[in-house]
């Protein structure tokens, strides 16, 4: 089976009018509520647009949808919570206000959401057939991603408490999940969706080896690539490292703690400061 390039052209139409749609609202009312939850929204829409289209489905692919459901709910409920308590998102201060700018940001969020869903969407497309459900090295691996949600999820609510506690004997969070990373997170994400795709991926190349070009399937492995790309290199880490350092610089306990703590991989995962950090501190 080829890549269907036309389910890819509908599935990008889809992502960009829905932000479009939620941006013209945000920009008329000048409102960052809209923002997130319209991220986690679009993964659920799309996906379950799929789901209503069709009429049979592999459990495979039952189990692909219901993660990327859980997921999306789990997301979009957490950012809406936390929107509604703190009103407005600083990222936006600059750009609000500029219709080409925020219009950039919300074209690049409704593009992110496409190229992260595709793996999952392509495979809700799939006749049932294609896959094979006595394959254990897919339910091994969709079994991962949920650990994968389920460690994200636990990192969010732990630092959601902390910083909701009057009495925190600490300005940063290092306790739970946290003593193991600086971002946990962000580590789950990226299991989520790379043990997804490969849920899918690895289900059909074994079933269709022989009729399937294989060099083209792994070019959906291009999607969590740009997740984790995303989240190391470009807004997620980086932003943050950047943020905890100008606020703890000369706060010794935070030294001690990005000394001792990986970045992003429990355990195993590199120590100290990010290269963008460092710099930061020569110009010091």
């Known amino acids: 089976m080829n890549i269907d390039y036309i389910f890819i052209a509908y599935l990008f139409a889809l992502c960009i009018v829905l932000n479009l749609f939620f941006f013209v609202i945000a920009f008329i009312f000048k409102s960052d509520v809209f923002t997130d939850i319209t991220y986690a929204l679009t993964f659920l829409l799309s996906t379950t647009i799929i789901l209503a289209w069709k009429q049979q489905f592999s459990i495979i692919q039952i189990l692909i949808y219901s993660l990327v459901f859980l997921w999306s709910i789990r997301l979009g409920g957490y950012l809406f919570k936390r929107i509604i308590k703190i009103k407005h998102d600083k990222r936006f201060d600059n750009i609000r206000n500029s219709f080409i700018k925020f219009l950039g940001f919300w074209l690049l969020q409704g593009t992110s959401v496409f190229l992260i869903v595709m793996p999952a969407s392509f495979a809700l497309t799939i006749p049932k057939e ?126 001690n703690y990005v000394k001792k703590t990986s970045i992003v991989f429990p355990f195993i995962g590199k120590k100290g400061y990010t290269n963008k950090v460092k710099k930061m501190q020569k110009k010091r």
């Open 130 to 255: 294609y896959f094979d459900d006595t394959n254990y090295i897919s339910y091994a691996f969709i079994l991962i991603a949920l650990l994968g949600l389920i460690f994200e999820t636990i990192g969010d609510e732990q630092k959601n408490k902390f910083y909701n506690t009057k009495e925190k004997k600490k300005e940063f969070i290092d306790t739970g999940l946290w003593k193991i990373s600086r971002h946990p997170n962000y580590f789950g994400e990226m299991v989520f969706w790379l043990f997804l795709t490969s849920a899918f991926l690895t289900n059909f190349i074994m079933k269709n080896n022989s009729d399937s070009k294989i060099y083209l399937q792994l070019l959906w492995f291009l999607s969590p690539v740009y997740i984790i790309c995303l989240l190391l290199f470009l807004s997620g880490v980086p932003i943050l490292e950047r943020n905890a350092y100008k606020k703890f610089k000369d706060n010794d306990d935070y030294q």
